[in-house]
């Protein structure tokens, strides 16, 4: 199955509740909140307790996509804030294995990241771990970026090393996902499609009602 996951890092902060109830409502399965710690990544955003707060806006699922160092050291606050998924970057732990077992133990899914310039074959000793894996197709830290359309290469090799592992694990892809260029990512072989700029510029329910109909699965 194929999901929209607008990314919150776009919205309206001071109505963030009713900006992720809107978009929920509209068809957006997903909701992908940017955690940024301004170590890992040269910005700061908001943490578990902003996520708490917006939990009861809706029930569909959260993808909480941890861009701090170590994150092993509070997943078990984000998973008590509401987290579905709890996605952490390779590049940001010492031990990717003990924290991908830490957020299982927790009962929740595991997702591990990847940013641009990291070779995509790291992730091959985590596919029998991981449920989702995130390509990111823009360098971390900021929402509004070009797509680096290189990715798209990257996209399809982390597709076949899904396959060959026969088991089901999401393929995530965030940066610079639009109208434009949606489709063709999701040919490459992502199945979740994070969106910024494209959902909260403009009318949010048109938006979340026209991407979803370009990935609707067939």
């Known amino acids: 199955m194929n999901y929209l996951a607008p990314s919150v890092l776009s919205a309206d902060f001071s109505m963030l509740g009713k900006e992720i109830e809107t978009i929920a409502k509209a068809g957006a399965g997903v909701i992908h909140l940017d955690v940024m710690d301004g170590n890992f990544v040269p910005n700061i955003s908001f943490g578990a307790p902003v996520i708490a707060s917006v939990r009861k806006s809706t029930e569909a699922i959260f993808d909480v996509h941890l861009m701090i160092d170590e994150p092993i050291r509070y997943l ?47 992730i091959k000793p985590f596919l029998e771990i991981v449920d989702m894996i995130l390509v990111m197709s823009v360098y971390p830290g900021f929402g509004g970026q070009s797509f680096i ?68 699965d067939e």
């Open 149 to 216: 359309t290189e990715s798209l290469e990257r996209i399809k090799a982390v597709k076949t090393m899904i396959c060959d592992v026969n088991r089901e694990i999401w393929l995530e892809v965030d940066g610079g996902i639009g109208a434009a260029n949606i489709e063709t990512v999701m040919q490459a072989g992502a199945n979740v499609l994070v969106a910024g700029s494209a959902v909260f510029k403009g009318n949010r329910v048109e938006n979340v009602k026209e991407l979803s109909k370009m990935i609707a």
């Open 76 to 122: 078990e606050d984000f998973k008590k804030a509401g987290a579905d998924i709890i996605t952490i970057h390779y590049e940001a732990c010492k031990d990717v294995e003990l924290t991908l077992n830490e957020i299982k133990k927790l009962g929740v899914k595991a997702g591990l990241a990847i940013s641009p310039d990291t070779p995509v074959d790291v």
